[in-house]
């Protein structure tokens, strides 16, 4: 008999089935033996009865541990008590693999499953949020190829800082210090000569040396960068495709959602409503007012001020406009509001913080330069990169996407490690 998913036997409802898979709970009886069985679909509780199974497979039925892998052929019933619904009573059971004692079982820290991620990946949690990771990554890649973007790669080792030296990784490159990518922007307003509109997905690496729930030092970083673009334009993009991931994983993995307890009420404001935009004064002005925080002009936002804000909407808030003091050198310097920049952080809702980093960029080379001088890097290092201001600059914008802070916000997760299936950490790089 052909094997079929649990789910697609769940949807048949009735009948003769052969499902394979991997022991997920397993409880024995006199005359009976429990087992649930997993698969990447969903789960089915089988019931294995001594007098209709051989002598062999009764005992293997009674020897099973969790994680075992089987196969088994049986008929469904419907069943209320059953965690699915459904019951599956077992005429042929044969068992690929009998696991040994399975290290984890109920209870276990944090830590200690991020020990085990190997085999915690399995869980029900993780099955499920890779899931909606999966819908994600498809989701950016059709939305940018839906407005005719193309792919672009730029390279993991480079010599130059992008996005500030404090979380740079320095690799020994045949003697030579070098570091791992921040982010593939300089790389990108190369691009943009040659194809215009272009977008990535690729790991981006920094050491962060704070211990918080929403960074890694190895995350999905989805990029985009366009020639000819300005910054209201470049808002409009991000809040597309925010909206279009949204809207996508709602629609595709309701059931992922569902067993992950993600209230999706509140996810459905983002994919209707728009997105404020206010200026990083007008935010200091609403802290003040609204949550009681006083911030004085020049600070960025830090995580508390951020959650601060974002409890004060149900759709994600564009800031924009920092001030340039604390904003990377590449960003361009409004004309009309002087020490601001073309910039925005995307915050999102219920507190999972900045999403999206955008901004015009800057496209005067002396400007350039003396941002760089001011945040202590050597111009000549950055030689190739102020080229593409010596041959037909044009105006141009782009921004970055932390994907496991987006996969972590529509999963509703405590913490950012569980929306990657080996988070590197400052303390985590095993196994
Ligand atoms: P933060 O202030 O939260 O550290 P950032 O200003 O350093 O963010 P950007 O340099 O603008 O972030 O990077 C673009 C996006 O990449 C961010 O909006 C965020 O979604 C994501 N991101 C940045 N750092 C990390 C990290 N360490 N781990 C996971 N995602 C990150
Ligand atoms: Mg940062």
């Known amino acids: 008999m052909k094997f079929i998913s649990i789910q697609e036997a769940l949807d048949k409802k009735e009948g003769k089935v052969s499902l394979r898979g991997w022991v997920y709970r397993e409880r024995k009886q006199k005359e009976m033996a429990f087992i649930v069985m997993r698969d990447s ?20 039925a009674n020897k099973i541990l969790i994680e075992s892998s089987l196969e088994i052929e049986g008929t469904l019933k419907e069943d209320k008590r059953a965690p699915t619904g459904y ?23 944090p830590e200690f499953l991020l020990d085990v991620r190997h085999l915690s990946l399995r869980s029900r949690k993780l099955t499920n949020v890779l899931k909606v990771r999966s819908t994600v990554f498809k989701a950016i890649h059709d939305y940018f190829r839906s407005f005719g973007y193309y792919e672009y790669h730029s390279p993991c080792f480079t010599p130059n800082a992008a996005e500030g030296g404090s979380t740079l990784f320095k690799v020994d490159y045949f003697g030579k210090p070098i570091y791992l990518t921040q982010t593939w922007q300089l790389y990108a307003e190369a691009g943009i000569f040659a194809l215009e509109k272009i977008y990535t997905i ?30 209201p334009e470049l808002l409009d993009l991000a809040e597309g495709l925010i909206k279009y991931i949204v809207k996508t994983v709602l629609k595709e993995n309701k059931k992922e959602l569902d ?3 993600r209230d999706t009420k509140k996810l459905e404001p983002i994919v209707k409503e ?15 007012q609204k949550a009681k925080i006083k911030i ?16 004060l909407y149900n759709t994600p808030v564009f800031v924009t406009h920092y001030p340039k003091i604390i904003k990377a050198f590449y960003m361009k310097e409004d004309d009309k509001d002087k020490g601001a920049v073309l910039g925005s952080d995307l915050i999102a809702t219920e507190g999972y913080g900045e999403i999206i980093g955008a901004s015009e960029r800057e496209t005067d080379i002396k400007e350039l330069e003396k941002k ?9 290092k950055y030689g190739w990169y102020l080229d593409t201001r010596r041959y037909g600059s044009v105006p141009h914008a782009g921004f970055g996407l932390g994907v496991e802070r987006v996969i972590a916000w529509v999963c509703g997760l405590d913490n950012i490690k569980d929306a990657i299936p080996f988070p590197r950490t400052m303390l985590r790089y095993q196994p």
């Open 87 to 109: 019951e599956l009573q077992v005429s042929k059971l044969n068992v690929i693999h009998f696991a040994e004692k399975f290290p984890i079982s109920k209870d276990h820290s």
């Open 202 to 231: 690729a790991p981006s690496f920094r050491s962060e040396k704070s211990k918080t729930s929403r960074h890694l030092t190895e995350y999905w970083h989805a990029e985009v960068e366009t020639a000819w673009q300005h910054f």
């Open 41 to 60: 679909s969903n789960i089915i509780q089988c019931v294995v009865k001594e007098d209709k199974v051989s002598k062999k497979e009764w005992e293997d």
């Open 274 to 288: 728009k997105f404020p935009r206010i200026t990083y004064k007008e935010a200091l002005k609403i802290l003040e």
């Open 372 to 380: 760089l001088k001011a945040q202590g890097e050597d111009p000549k």
């Open 296 to 311: 004085p002009y020049g600070k960025d936002l830090r995580t508390v001020e951020e959650d601060a804000l974002s409890k």
């Open 259 to 261: 067993i992950l307890g």
